[in-house]
Each structure stands twice: as structure tokens, then as C-alpha cells.
């Protein structure tokens, strides 16, 4: 019998052991983290988001298998402040990479995401564009491959690293990077970027893509203008050069048929990539996110460029799938492009880091609708400020220094975005407005003296 009790023991431990080792086993590793990251993508030129005309089905697939967060923003519609953003966290006014030439390196007691990312035990990985100031590495990405540091170029790239020579269109080689990590063994979870530079100009898709819309087909926007009402300080830059003025339908059609081109293009590549990720079996354990950096114009208001505070260049897509994310679900939360630090995060147990001051939406992505920003902010150089809500906007055009040249006008434009979603109508003198415009005016002027701003103080 004395045997018998010591057999029981025995067993019991043995299986209580195996039971804890088992609990342990079933621990679910961290997730993965793909961020797909476009450049001057409309949040509006996605066909699973309600635009006909565009061939989208790759991520129309991300669009279907996850939630799409339909009012995502950015807070500086233009490449790298917009980038430091979405890597610090923080907003322009505490980035730094921002005025006058959007040159200057981003706070450096600021933590970054990569880093924050790499020290939780990821492995992290960067292909395509950097325009961020600095190396990949001062950023915490400890693996790159085809590195793009200018803010744009030819989409027709020959990049030399490591005594290699790669040729080949944009959107295909940095693919092809993703897709040689993915093939890659991995003994310790992941945070890959695919930065593209498509669709940002010049306008010039591949092979079938350069035809695939025709122009005379294109629908024109809604508030398409020949020029734009206002002087912002924006007319000479770059980016309205790329059509004479007065703004032609021709011309505009044209530009949509390319621009619509390079989106479908691109798109093919992100299939691409998501097929890899199957075929390594690493899709049910990684979180894919879809965004870019800003909207663009091309023929709203008159405009071509991203540099304005309308819907066309703030909005941007922000799609995410993976375990714990509602699939066909879409979001009318409203959020930040650079909110996506602290929801990773949050996501996956790492602690946010103090210096963020962007917002998590985890709860969003699994059908909360409480609100995260009551107020959401726009600031671009010296030139505009705005603040809106969900049903309105204020926006504030500064008579500023411009590289040496007072540039813009003084003025403030208001638009009632419930009634007029196209900010067709300024409705500043309007005097059934007049408390609403009052307390968005004190609004920007608190949160401009909080972020010591230097546009607080008049010209």
C-alpha cells in the first residue's frame, strides 16, 4: 500500500509539472508588427471605402479581415514632420523637425518608436523611405535593407548597399526587401516597415498601370476649383508647380489617372507581401497595419499639394488587422496618425513611454466609441494653425516670415463640417457661428501657449 501512495505521488507531481509547463507553453507570443507605409495617399482613393473608380484589392483585403479607422489625421500634412511624428509619438511643436525647412534633427529626449520596440525584445527592420533625420539605427532599426533618405525622387531607383546594386521601380524593390525578411527565421517576434514612396509624384506608374485609368474617365472632385480662394503662402511651393494655373479638367483628370495608377501598382505589391506572409505561416500572429503620411489635393480647392488643413490632405487611411482586432469593422473614433505608437504599445504589454504625448485607441479597435480627442490640432511652418471638432473646423493663415519673404495672409476661415463636408464655404462672418468660432479661437490660443508655439504671439 506504501508503494502504491508513493506511485500516486509521484504521478501527481509529475503531472502537476507537466501541467505548468503546458500553462507555459500556451503563453501567446507577442505579436508580430507589419506597418505598410505609404506616401500622399488619399484617405478617399480606397475602393472597400466607398470609391468606385479606384482597383484596390489588396487592401480592400485588410479593409474586409480588419477595422479601418475612417477619421485618422495627421497633424503636419507633409513628409518628414509627419514622419517624426508618427515615429516620436508627439506632434510637430514638440518633434521639432518642423520649421523653417523641416530640416532640423527631431528631439532627441524624445524615446522613438523602433528603439521602444527593439529594448521590449522585437526585432526591428526598415525597408524603403527614411525621411527621418539621422541613420535607421539612431532610431532603433537594427535591420535595413534598400534604404531611401530623400523626401522623393524617381520612382525608377537604382540603390547601391553593401557593394550591391539594386535596380528597379519603387514600389517593387522595397516589396521584395519585405518579402526576402519575411522568408527569414525569426526566434524572437518582429516590427517590420515597408515604407513606399508611391503614390508621392512624380506621377508615373509601370507598364499596364500607366493605362489603366483613363483620363476622360476620371470623376472630378466635388469642390475641384481653377484656383484656390486664398493666399495661404503655399501658391509658389513645389507641389503647385506640378500644374499651371488656371487648373485645367484635362489636367486635372490626368493627374488622378496617374496618381490612381500608382495606387493600383502599389497595391499589387502589398499583396504581395501579405502572400508572403502567409506562406511563412506568420499571419495569424502579426498585426498589419496599412496608413500613410497625409492626404493630397489634386484639383480639391484648386489645389495639388498636401500643404492645407482641408479633409483631402489631413485625413489619411488607417487600416489594421490581427488577433484581437474586429474584422469588417470600421471606426468613427477620431485619432492621430502618430496615436499608433502608444496603441502598439498598449497592444502588445510594452510600457508607453512618458514623452509620448499621443493617445492610445486600443478600446477603438474593439468597438469603443468613446471619444479620444475632443479637439484635433493642424499646424504647418509658419504659415497656419487649426483646430476642429467632429461638426467644425477653424483654421488660421499667418502673414509670416517665409525664408525670408512675408508670405500668406492674416485671416481666419471657419467651416461648418456637419452641412458642408467639402469646406466649400467659409463661414467665418457668419453670426449664427459666432460662439462656436469664439471657443475654437480660445481652443487654439490655450494649446498654442501650452506648446510654447511660435506662432502664438501675432506677426
Known amino acids: 500500500m506504501r508503494q502504491i501512495l508513493i506511485f500516486v505521488v509521484i504521478i501527481s507531481l509529475a503531472c502537476a509539472c507537466t501541467g505548468k509547463q503546458a500553462e507555459k507553453n500556451q503563453i501567446v507570443k507577442q505579436p508580430n508588427i507589419l506597418l505598410l507605409f505609404s506616401d ?26 480588419g477595422t479601418s479607422l475612417v477619421q485618422t489625421y495627421t497633424e503636419t500634412p507633409t513628409c518628414a514632420p509627419s ?17 523653417p525647412g523641416y530640416t532640423q534633427a527631431a528631439n532627441k529626449s524624445l524615446k522613438r518608436w523602433p528603439q521602444v520596440m527593439q529594448e ?50 519603387s514600389s517593387e524593390i522595397f516589396a521584395e526587401a519585405m518579402i526576402e525578411f519575411l522568408n527569414q527565421p525569426h526566434d524572437k517576434p518582429f516590427f517590420a516597415t515597408v515604407a513606399f514612396t508611391a503614390p508621392h509624384d512624380p506621377r508615373t506608374p509601370p507598364g499596364k498601370y500607366a493605362t489603366m ?27 503647385e508647380k506640378l500644374l499651371p494655373y488656371p487648373r485645367t479638367i484635362d489636367d486635372v483628370r490626368k493627374e488622378l489617372a496617374d496618381y490612381y495608377g500608382l495606387i493600383s501598382h502599389m497595391d499589387e505589391q502589398i499583396g504581395r507581401i501579405m502572400d508572403a506572409l502567409k506562406q511563412n505561416k506568420l499571419d ?58 502608444p496603441t502598439i504599445c498598449d497592444i502588445t504589454g510594452i510600457d508607453i513611454p512618458s514623452t509620448v504625448e499621443a493617445k492610445s485607441f486600443k478600446a477603438a479597435l474593439n468597438g469603443d466609441n468613446n471619444i479620444i480627442h475632443k479637439y484635433m ?23 509670416s516670415n517665409w525664408h525670408g519673404k512675408m508670405k500668406g495672409t492674416d485671416e481666419y476661415l471657419f467651416f461648418d463640417l456637419k452641412n458642408d463636408p467639402l469646406e466649400i464655404k467659409n463661414e467665418i462672418d457668419n453670426p449664427e457661428f459666432g460662439s462656436k468660432i469664439a471657443e475654437l479661437k480660445e481652443v487654439l490660443k490655450k494649446r498654442q501657449i501650452e506648446k510654447k508655439d511660435f506662432l502664438s504671439a501675432e506677426y
Request: with cysteine; hydrophobic share 30%; proline share 4%.
Open 377 to 399: 490640432f493642424g499646424s504647418l511652418s509658419n504659415l497656419k494653425r487649426s483646430v476642429s471638432t467632429k461638426d467644425y473646423k477653424l483654421i488660421r493663415h499667418y502673414h
Open 284 to 341: 495569424e500572429n502579426t498585426i498589419v497595419i496599412y496608413t500613410s503620411d497625409n492626404g493630397l489635393a489634386i484639383g480639391h480647392h484648386g489645389l495639388m499639394g498636401k500643404f492645407s488643413f482641408y479633409d483631402h490632405s489631413l485625413k489619411v487611411p488607417l487600416i489594421m488587422k490581427g488577433p484581437g482586432i474586429k474584422g469588417q469593422y470600421k471606426s468613427d473614433v477620431r485619432v492621430y496618425l502618430h496615436d499608433l505608437f
Open 120 to 169: 521590449a525584445g522585437y526585432e526591428t527592420f526598415w525597408t524603403g523611405k527614411f525621411n527621418a533625420h539621422g541613420k535607421p539605427s539612431e532610431w532603433g532599426v537594427e535591420q535595413t535593407s534598400l534604404i531611401f533618405q530623400r523626401g522623393m525622387g524617381d520612382h525608377n531607383m537604382t540603390i547601391n548597399e553593401n557593394g550591391k546594386e539594386t535596380k528597379g521601380f
Open 83 to 99: 514622419r517624426a511624428a508618427l515615429l516620436t509619438g508627439c506632434g510637430s511643436l514638440t518633434h521639432g523637425t518642423f520649421y
Open 213 to 239: 485609368y483613363k483620363p476622360n474617365e476620371m470623376p472630378l472632385p466635388a469642390n475641384i476649383l481653377s484656383k484656390y480662394n486664398f493666399n495661404d503662402g503655399y501658391d509658389s511651393i513645389r507641389d
Open 40 to 65: 500622399d495617399h488619399q484617405a478617399a482613393a480606397i475602393n472597400a471605402l466607398g470609391n468606385p473608380y479606384i482597383n484596390t484589392p489588396s487592401i480592400d483585403r485588410l479593409v474586409n479581415e
